[in-house]
């Protein structure tokens, strides 16, 4: 793998919260890269800083210290719409725009790419059946978002994102709230879409096995250590993914 | 947007042509419609009764009622869909409390202004009030970035503003107080074709920059981090939308006192009659149903066979409160109903 693959990396980051004159530093000294179409899970234990990490990737919140380079541009030098045109975001906020439909739902996606009066062309309404598609939601397009389920939604959220249409996708924990059989459709389809697309995806969970077995990079956060990064048959053999989460070997 | 949706805006626009020249000819006296038309386009520069009545006192009326209803009604609308709160409206923000801060400075302070200047020190004392909070209401958005927050921080300048109102009530006249309670009940007949040179400018800045905010407002119903991840600047945008607001229900409680309910009703109104979500549609159907609404509300209020005209203030709440507790009952849900 070569330098010239990497589409997203940071350089000394630093993420986590200031305060008047205090600064809560929850991970430093990040030198995180993706290269394209690569799939990316983000592993670690609650509070170690993994939706902080997604928020400051995605450009919502601002680093402490240290900078994130977007094909090789700081995302600082972006503007916000041509960001948008690059990063797509599945977040856990919670939807309430009551009366859309899903339909609706995947179409804010091409926000950035229309003009003041959000008017969709022939290529947006492309863009927005190719996704609907890809995440196999014909069959629930027309309903409102109230009406479906978690699964559906989050699939509806995904399509979202992938409408968008830009090479990075960041995903913060997709498949909380979801049954098993959710959560393993919904990262299966992730999966594919990576492979079908080539779109990067950085995904934070805490399903260790579904990302053990899909992902191509595993990122480990511990608390007060630096992320560990590596791909998941390396981590296990080297007892790292064993040391971290001892559960799994009792479990199997 | 679908054919459907065409169709019902259409209709409410000829409704609302209709009610003008219904709430033009009922009144104490009654004029009929042919009237109304042999006076508007007739060259003859009439100054009989009629041409008075019609020109100089209903027209001016109905004409700031359609302005005021729209102008309150998208103004609510924004409100709701920025700080993601089915409670909120035009008046949350402390702008009405400013507004009546002004007017209750000048009228409860005793100073004796009488005749034509005192519709016009009204409307500058109520604008002057309004401005202040909106300026504090914008340096505020600008360091806070989460809307419950700001919406808190507008409550509390409308519990602080009207705190110093009741102060000075408690230390004015009764003629004063009078005169300001009059203020307070509401009304649209107020307005001279002079004051209308200020009132619809006026109003028409505050929704064209509203207009021009329909695509951010459709982004920020899946909340602000998703807005912003899709290109907005929020900072921007709430300003915008602030300004706006501002300077719709500035005015309008300006020239017409502080009118409740239309502001928090009409949105929820349109979006069970449109079933939609999207402002391209949203904007257009408050405008009209705003107007719609308070051309009705103050129809009622000149009820003919009545001698007298009634607050258009309690009109809008003895009318339209049932009204909107009957909806919000037929669509069980209301907070899904917006984002």
Redesign the interface.
Not at chain 2, 228 to 233: I, K, P
Not at chain 2, 275 to 278: E, R, T, V
């Given at each position: 793998m070569d330098k010239a693959d990497t589409i997203f990396h940071t350089e000394d980051l630093a993420i986590g919260y200031k305060k008047a004159k205090s600064k809560n530093i929850l991970m430093d000294n990040l030198n995180l890269s993706v290269k394209k179409g690569q799939m990316i899970c983000l592993l670690g234990a609650n509070g170690v800083g993994k939706s902080t990490l997604i928020?400051t990737l995605?450009n919502?919140q601002p680093a402490l210290a240290g900078d994130i380079f977007l094909n090789g541009i700081n995302i600082s030098t972006y503007?916000?719409?041509?960001?948008?045109?690059h990063?797509?975001?599945v977040?856990t906020?919670?939807?309430?725009?009551?009366?859309?439909s899903v339909r609706?739902?995947v179409q804010?996606?091409r926000?950035?790419h229309?003009d003041?009066?959000?008017k969709l062309h022939a290529k947006d309404h492309e863009k927005v059946d190719l996704a609907i598609r890809q995440c196999g939601i014909q069959y629930i397009s027309g309903a409102n978002i109230?009406e479906i389920s978690d699964g559906q939604l989050q699939k509806a959220l995904i399509a979202r994102a992938l409408a968008?249409d830009g090479d990075l996708m960041l995903l913060d924990e997709p498949t909380v709230h979801l049954d098993a059989n959710n959560r393993f459709t919904v990262m299966r389809l992730l999966k594919d879409l990576v492979n079908e697309t080539g779109k990067s995806i950085i995904i934070s969970t805490h399903q260790v096995e579904m990302a053990l077995e899909l992902a191509d990079e595993l990122w480990l956060a511990n608390c007060g250590e630096r992320i560990i990064t590596g791909k998941p048959q390396e981590l296990v053999e080297k007892k790292v993914i064993s040391k971290m989460f001892p559960y799994l070997t009792t479990l199997s | 947007m679908p054919a459907k949706i065409y169709r019902i805006l259409t209709g409410l626009g000829l409704l609302l042509i209709i009610l003008l020249i219904l709430s033009v000819s009922l009144g104490s006296v009654y004029i009929s419609p042919l009237e109304i038309f042999q006076v508007l386009f007739s060259d003859v520069h009439n100054e009989s009764a009629i041409y008075n009545i019609i020109i100089h006192y209903r027209f001016p009326k109905a004409i700031t009622s359609i302005f005021a209803g729209a102008a309150l009604g998208f103004a609510g609308l924004q409100m709701q869909t920025l700080f993601?709160n089915p409670l909120a409206g035009p008046f949350v923000l402390g702008i009405s409390s400013g507004a009546s801060l002004g007017v209750a400075l000048l009228v409860l302070s005793g100073i004796g202004v009488t005749g034509i200047l005192a519709s016009w020190s009204m409307a500058i004392a109520s604008i002057v009030g309004s401005s202040i909070v909106l300026l504090l209401v914008v340096l505020v958005s600008i360091n806070i970035r989460d809307s419950m927050s700001l919406l808190l921080i507008g409550l509390m300048f409308g519990a602080f503003t009207s705190a110093i109102v009741s102060v000075l009530q408690y230390f004015s006249s009764a003629d004063d107080i009078q005169n300001f309670l009059f203020w307070t009940f509401g009304s649209t007949g107020n307005l001279n074709w002079e004051e209308m040179q200020v009132f619809i400018p006026v109003v028409l800045t505050g929704m064209i920059i509203g207009y021009?905010q329909?695509?951010p407002l459709?982004?920020l119903?899946?909340?602000e981090?998703?807005a912003?991840?899709?290109?907005?600047?929020i900072k921007k945008v709430r300003i915008a939308l602030v300004i706006s607001t501002s300077l719709l229900a500035g005015v309008v409680t300006a020239f017409c006192g502080p009118i409740a309910f239309l502001g928090l009703a009409v949105p929820h109104i349109s979006?069970i009659i449109f079933?939609?979500?999207?402002h391209?549609i949203l904007v257009p159907a408050t405008l009209l149903l705003g107007a719609i609404l308070l051309l009705v509300c103050d129809m009622i209020a000149q009820m003919p066979g009545l001698n007298l005209i009634l607050p258009i203030n309690a009109i809008t709440s003895l009318f339209g409160a049932p009204v909107v507790i009957w909806l919000i009952v037929r669509s069980k849900?209301m907070?899904?109903?917006?984002?």
């Open positions: 928020r995605a919502l503007t916000p719409k041509e960001l948008a045109k990063i797509g975001l977040l906020d919670p939807i309430q725009g009551g009366n859309l609706e739902l804010m996606g926000y950035p229309t003041w009066s959000g109230f968008q | 993601r021009l329909a695509k459709n982004a119903l899946l909340g981090n998703y912003q991840s899709m290109g907005l600047t979006r079933k939609s979500a999207n391209h849900n907070s899904r109903n917006f984002g």
